[in-house]
């Protein structure tokens, strides 16, 4: 933890301080702590101490004197307790002083905040909260993909940069996709992403025409068309599934194929559930024998085939060579 190298004067000379409101304005606390804005928080040690080895250590060691306080702009006392400057900005030490003290965990909804938190909590072996704060990060992951996978990178998250990369499946990251957060990791790292990215995408390719994931023929688009000499206005034409070969609509061949295409570029379940079916449904409506359940068929067929391209997407591991950097400026 680093102090500020000179003291912030008002006009008058006199710092410009203001002071932390509820909870951490109380008479019964034994420490301050100063943030970079010069906002003071009045905590308690023994807290402070249990979530943070950190400050554990930093208590223990000899407090300066009343005089001695007097003559250094490091540190003083306010109050007759030690004041302690720290690098970290007023709102982000609120809140890693809330995941401290028994209140309700604060709600993070900032991707800078976050960042701030995260590099305050790894500075101060914050552990517990750093498992706390988790939960948050997937949260957002799922919102700012890049940003997240950045982040978690730069401050060695691997756990949580997996899962932000896992989120950008979404995201069509190779048009168009610039966040300010990626300038702070490497060439590499943005490489080895897109690399999963493509991989994840041959993946999700295969289940639009490799079928062995298939376990059941009632479909309408199979089970409509029990002899391909029907006149039914639907052309047809074979595939392969559950190990034998079957006539298949052609409509839904061209909607598979379709998926296909999307999934080329956003290898995601979600990606596949928000191509919807309206296009196909049109298709299959020109065939008086599929047009009597294509709709429902679709609906509930697309719901699995987007759990296919979850699950082989999973099984894809995104390489991380980064090297865990914990301490940062801010």
């Known amino acids: 933890m680093a102090t500020s190298p000179s003291c912030a004067a008002g006009p008058d000379g006199t710092p410009q301080i203001t002071n932390a409101s509820a909870p951490f304005n109380k008479s019964t606390a034994d420490v301050v702590l100063r943030s970079s804005d010069s906002v003071d928080f009045r905590v308690h040690k023994t807290i402070l101490a249990e979530a943070s080895p950190v400050f554990e250590s930093m208590f223990g060691l000899p407090q300066p004197s009343s005089g001695e306080a007097k003559s250094s702009c ?72 890049l940003q997240l996978y950045s982040i978690a990178l730069r401050l060695g998250l691997e756990e949580e940069a997996r899962y932000a990369a896992k989120c950008s499946l979404s995201l069509d990251i190779r048009n168009d996709q610039y966040v300010a957060e990626l300038e702070d990791i490497t060439g590499g790292d943005y490489f080895r992403l897109l690399d999963y990215h493509k991989k994840c995408s041959v993946a999700a390719g295969r289940v639009s025409y490799i079928f062995d994931w298939i376990k059941s023929t009632h479909w309408v688009w199979f089970t409509g068309h029990p002899s391909p000499g029907r006149n039914d206005q639907c052309s047809l ?22 998926l296909g295409r999307v999934t ?67």
């Open 74 to 145: 490091l540190d003083e006392l306010k109050d007759d307790l030690p004041v302690i400057e720290v690098e970290e900005s007023s709102l982000t030490l609120d809140t890693v002083l809330r995941f401290c003290y028994p209140l309700p965990q604060p709600t993070i909804g900032d991707v800078d905040l976050l960042q701030s938190l995260l590099r305050a909590v790894l500075k101060y072996d914050m552990d517990g909260i750093l498992e706390a704060v988790r939960p948050q990060m997937r949260q957002l992951a799922e919102k700012h993909a």
């Open 237 to 258: 034409l074979t595939i392969s599934v559950l190990a034998s070969l079957r006539s298949v609509a052609v409509w839904w061949q061209e909607h598979m194929s379709s």
């Open 264 to 330: 080329d570029f956003r290898p995601c379940g979600s990606a596949v559930l928000q191509a919807g079916t309206n296009s196909t449904v049109i298709q299959a409506l020109k065939c008086p024998v599929c047009r009597l359940k294509a709709l429902p068929d679709l609906i509930g067929f697309t719901e699995l085939y987007a759990a296919e391209v979850d699950r082989v997407t999973s099984e894809v591991q995104l390489e991380i060579k980064a090297e865990p950097c914990k301490s940062q400026d801010n």
